[in-house]
């Protein structure tokens, strides 16, 4: 993700913040069963439905290897990412900031959740694959100055021995103090893929709570499609 990106996607974050906040000055019971508010309802849901084409496709080899030529999972996943902070800005409009119901205030507690999680999950995971890569780098030119700094080492003259004695022994402490930064980044890998699973999970409830959110609305009827209906 590069930084323009990165911006865009913390901006929708706050945004998205800043909207679920709003139940704090406005409310209106009536609004998300009107038309714009189902509209913003299906809108969103359909938004929030986006990422599961990203999921589906990247654990399906199958279909990752018959992508179109112009679509790769780096634009799938720019998508997932989209979708899934736009989504629920949709959705909290949708709620007009009523949140009367334990089916309401779950689905959408558990719909910040997700999209919060994605976005410090995925933030922070780049920033420590970018850290990951300069700590690389930074290693192996330690490395080449070690060897290069060892071959030519000669004993001949005290003072010189001394000045190449303390470059050898700084050397050698950075290279370890690298060393065991990247060994940190081994751990926060394999905790990073521990919190993907968790992930995965909250959003699994999120879409059995989404999916029975809209069954509930088909089945106790939409206000604005009958005729004569107050909204």
Avoid at 22 to 28: E, K, R, T
Avoid at 86 to 102: C, E, M, R, Y
Avoid at 130 to 139: A, S, V
Wanted: glycine residues 6%; proline residues 4%; charged residues 15%.
């Amino acid at each position: 993700m590069k930084e323009s990106e990165r911006i865009v996607v913390t901006e929708i974050t706050v945004l998205m913040l800043l909207v679920w906040l709003g139940f704090l000055v406005h409310q209106s019971p009536r609004f998300p069963g009107s038309f714009w508010g189902s509209m913003l309802g299906i809108a969103g849901a359909a938004l929030m439905l986006v990422p599961l084409v990203y999921s589906v496709i990247k654990r399906v080899p199958v279909l990752r290897s018959h992508l179109p030529p112009l679509l790769s999972m780096r634009t799938l996943l720019a998508w997932h990412v989209y979708a899934g902070l736009t989504g629920p800005i949709l959705a909290l409009l949708h709620t007009g900031h009523k949140f009367d119901s334990p089916l309401g205030i779950g689905l959408t507690a558990i719909m910040l959740v997700v999209a919060i999680s994605g976005f410090i999950g995925r933030y922070l995971y780049l920033r420590a694959a970018e850290d990951r890569t300069t700590k690389e780098d930074l290693l192996a030119g330690l490395q080449d100055a070690y060897r290069t700094l060892s071959s030519n080492f000669r004993p001949a003259q005290v003072l010189e021995f001394a000045s190449s004695e303390n470059q050898i022994v700084s050397l050698a402490e950075s290279i370890a103090d690298v060393e065991y930064a990247i060994k940190t980044d081994e751990l926060f890998k394999r905790f990073f893929r521990l919190w993907l699973k968790v992930h995965v999970l909250i959003a699994s409830i999120f879409y059995l709570a989404l999916g029975l959110h809209i069954w509930s609305a088909i089945h106790f009827g939409l206000r604005w499609y009958w005729p004569g209906a107050q909204l």
